[in-house]
């Protein structure tokens, strides 16, 4: 899971077809990561993309924004622009940086 691929001006590494998001902490809430990926603007953005069912977790279907995501879990997201893959890294470790 080394740097191959290429980073954002965020710091998320594109590889692929999925997209690795570095976190400082042990975890994150699924909405604040959809909003630290780019795939929602703002926490509305989010809710309405959990409503309609275009989000899993680890290949579950998910539903609460508030839900702890944590290193090593991949979160999907159905845009109408195509499918989004999202690898949650810890900061610093290979991968993340």
């Known amino acids: 899971m080394g740097g191959s691929g290429a980073r954002d001006e965020g710091g998320r590494w594109h590889d692929g077809g999925m997209t690795r998001v570095p976190i400082a902490d042990d975890s994150i809430r699924l909405g604040q990561l959809l909003k630290l990926a780019g795939v929602a603007d ?3 953005d ?3 993309l959990l ?3 275009e989000v899993t977790v680890n290949g579950e279907p998910e539903t609460r924004r508030g839900r702890q995501i944590r290193p090593g879990d991949v979160v ?3 845009l109408p622009t195509g499918a989004e893959r999202l690898e ?3 900061a610093g470790r290979p991968g993340a940086d």
């Open 88 to 90: 949650v890294v810890a």
């Open 46 to 48: 989010a809710r309405e």
């Open 51 to 53: 409503d309609a069912g």
């Open 42 to 44: 703002s926490g509305v």
């Open 76 to 78: 999907s997201v159905d």
